[in-house]
Each structure stands twice: as structure tokens, then as C-alpha cells.
């Protein structure tokens, strides 16, 4: 990473002045020694509780990860062929919950079928928010992953099922991904994919008729999120959907290696931890299913 870095700030040095050079040498040294250029959810989080451990300020630590960021995101584009990562929607919850005095909390539980149940209901009166949370509830995307999607990304192969091209996937590798719907979600999702074809763009949106329109961001949707968890009295971010799906599809028996490739798991082992939420019942009904 340190070779990265100063090629970084070697191409800083040409448009910023020497003393912000310096400055982002002192932010980035953080970066190096916590070792790692995957800032995914989980990793994003742990950084953030390494540098509150070193005694740092808030607003050092934000600009810390900003700075991150834009680094990331260099390496990304210059080096496509190292898997660096930077999730927004956990950075977003930590800005936020450091306005709000809170301390942002981690990402491992998953949805019951209930509270998914109690969330797509309420969202059904927010438009847009209740089509991309039924989006990632029924696909497993990444929230990056889904609001880079287009209509043409979109193709349906069965009654309930719809392949994906996914472009902008994590590390930059695409990939196909598959929404799964529920019967009673069908008709609904097919309306809106129609009517998506008329707009340009699919997250596109408006809050009345001939009002401005808008683009749906990461920022919004944590913000609806944000909204829903205090609505509901439990805990709703996008990664959990994906927790949630990863889970449900391994308790119907897809094998790990199928359920590693439709999730764009960098490992195996990332799709392996996910057993634990298997239950003696759900493994009672694999049995079952194979044994005819």
C-alpha cells in the first residue's frame, strides 16, 4: 500500500499545494497501518473504531475517511486489479450517527420474515424507497451495485425471476445477479420497470405531478433507512438485505460455490459465515429434499 500511496500523492502534488500534501500523507498513514484497501462494510466499521480508539476527534476521523475515499476511489480507476473497496452507506451512518452523538453499530444480523414483511408495508408509501428496498430484499445487490443499475440491465427470464447485468460490481468485476420476487410482489415490480423505460434513468423520481425531479442517492436511502429503524423499532440498512438474502438462499440449498458467485463474495469463506443462521430445522428440510 505504501507504493500506492505515494504514487497517490504524487499526482496530488501536481494540483495541490505542498502543505496539503502533507496533510493527506498524515490522513492516509492511518489508512496504511490499519492495512487493508477493502473498506467494505464490516472493515469500514472496524477502522472507524480503530482510529476512536486512538483518542482521535470526530472530525478528524471524518476527514480521515474522506480522505480514504478519494484514495480508494484513484485506485480503483489506476489499478483496477487490486481489490479496493470503499462502502458508502456505512460511511453515510457514521456521519450521520456522529451528528447524532451515536456510535454506529455493526452489520451481522439479518431480517426475519416478518420484520421483512413489516418493511416492504411501510415502504409501499414512500414510491421509489419501496421499489429499491424490494430490489435489494429480493436480489442481494450491494447498495453501490443497485443504484448503478439501468432498465436495460434488466432482463426476465421466468414469471418471478429477472436477470441482471451488474456493471458497476464490487473491485469493478461485473457480474449477473437474479431478483427473486414473491408472488405478491410481481405485479407490482413489473409496473415499475414499465413505467421506468419512460424516465431517464431508473432511480429517478418526483414527489408530485409536475414537481422537480429527483435521483435517488446513498444518502437518501440511508436517511429512509435511518427513518425506518426508528419507525419499526429495529435496526434497517441495505447490507442487512443482503445478509438476509445470502441467508435465504442457502436455507433453500443452493450450494456455496453458486451463492458465492451470485453475490460477488470475494471468498468462499465470506459465503461460509453464513451457515451459523442455518437452523436444525432448515437442514432437517435439505435432508429431506435429497433423499426423494
Do not use: C
Request: hydrophobic share 40%; charged share 35%; proline share 1%.
Amino acid at each position: 500500500m505504501d507504493y500506492l500511496i505515494d504514487r497517490y500523492l504524487e499526482y496530488l502534488s501536481h494540483i495541490r499545494d505542498p502543505k496539503t500534501v502533507k496533510q493527506k500523507r498524515y490522513w492516509l498513514a492511518h489508512l496504511e497501518r490499519f492495512g487493508t484497501l477493502n473498506l467494505s462494510a464490516r472493515n469500514l466499521a472496524e477502522f472507524f473504531r480503530y482510529l476512536k480508539e486512538k483518542g482521535l476527534k470526530d472530525n478528524t476521523i471524518e476527514q480521515i475517511l474522506r480522505d480514504a475515499r478519494k484514495f480508494i476511489r484513484w485506485v480503483q480507476k489506476h489499478y483496477p486489479e487490486m481489490e479496493a473497496y470503499f462502502d458508502d452507506e456505512t460511511f453515510e451512518e457514521i456521519k450521520l450517527a456522529k451528528r447524532k452523538n451515536l456510535k454506529p453499530k455493526d452489520k451481522e444480523e439479518t431480517f426475519t420474515e416478518e420484520q421483512l414483511k413489516f418493511i416492504l408495508e411501510t415502504a409501499k408509501d414512500y414510491g421509489i424507497f419501496f421499489y429499491f428496498t424490494l430490489l435489494l430484499a429480493y436480489s442481494g445487490l450491494r447498495l453501490s451495485e443497485a443504484l448503478a443499475l439501468t432498465v436495460k440491465d434488466f432482463n426476465r427470464i421466468s414469471e418471478n425471476v429477472w436477470e441482471i447485468r451488474v456493471r458497476k460490481a464490487k473491485f469493478g468485476k461485473e457480474r449477473t445477479a437474479y431478483l427473486i420476487l414473491l408472488e405478491e410482489y410481481i405485479s407490482s415490480w413489473r409496473y415499475f420497470i414499465t413505467k421506468a423505460k419512460y424516465r431517464k434513468g431508473l432511480w429517478r423520481y418526483k414527489y408530485s405531478t409536475g414537481g422537480k425531479v429527483y435521483t435517488l442517492t446513498s444518502d437518501k436511502v440511508v436517511k429512509f433507512y435511518l427513518w425506518l429503524s426508528e419507525e419499526l423499532a429495529f435496526k434497517v440498512n441495505a447490507h442487512k438485505f443482503r445478509k438476509t438474502f445470502t441467508v435465504w438462499l442457502l436455507k433453500r440449498g443452493l450450494d456455496i460455490a453458486s451463492v458465492q458467485k451470485l453475490l460477488g463474495h470475494s471468498s468462499a469463506k465470506t459465503t461460509l459465515e453464513y451457515y451459523a443462521k442455518i437452523t436444525e430445522e432448515d437442514l432437517r428440510k435439505q435432508v429431506l429434499k435429497i433423499s426423494g
